[in-house]
């Protein structure tokens, strides 16, 4: 995404552009200039935070590397202190990228969430996933590899 794209722009009926800009409350935990991370309002386990990019980007699909970027160094600092200040027997972090995904404020933003052993939060499937044979897997493959020429992601 450009720095002109509209969709960098605040949204001002968005919740986090509103606590992004200092317009809502939140219990911020740690900003920078690119970057904002508060405690979400919603703690199943004390501890949970949201790390979210300031400017609006709806999900990551449209987020630019710049952020991109700022945003994982945050998430890892985030998650360090989440780890020392709670109680956890490991963290979950997560986004959900657009209504498929169940995701609830649509700005870009990552849970860091303290986990306890049995807690069944997450459950990541409703049932026992299947197991492609190696040729359906590298079709996939190819299609995804597909999707990434001509873009930065493809140098991953």
């Known amino acids: ?20 800009a200092g317009d809502a409350p939140a219990s911020v935990i740690a900003a920078d200039a690119l970057t904002l991370a508060f405690l979400d309002v919603r703690q199943y386990h004390a501890g949970h935070v949201l790390v979210i990019p300031r400017r609006h980007v709806p999900d990551v699909r449209t987020m630019d590397d710049e952020t991109g970027a700022a945003l994982m160094r945050a998430v890892a600092t985030v998650a360090r202190a989440v780890d020392r200040a709670f109680p956890n027997d490991g963290l979950s972090i997560w986004h959900s990228a657009g209504p498929g995904a169940n995701q609830e404020v649509p ?37 995804l590899r597909s999707a990434l020429s001509g873009t930065s992601a493809a140098a991953i």
């Open 1 to 20: 995404m450009q720095p002109g794209n509209p969709a960098a722009a605040p949204d001002h009926r968005c919740v986090f552009c509103a606590i992004a």
């Open 107 to 143: 700005h870009l933003h990552f849970h860091v969430h303290p986990r306890r052993l049995g807690d069944r939060m997450l459950e990541v499937y409703p049932g026992p996933p299947a197991y492609p044979d190696r040729t359906t897997l590298d079709a996939w493959a190819e299609r």
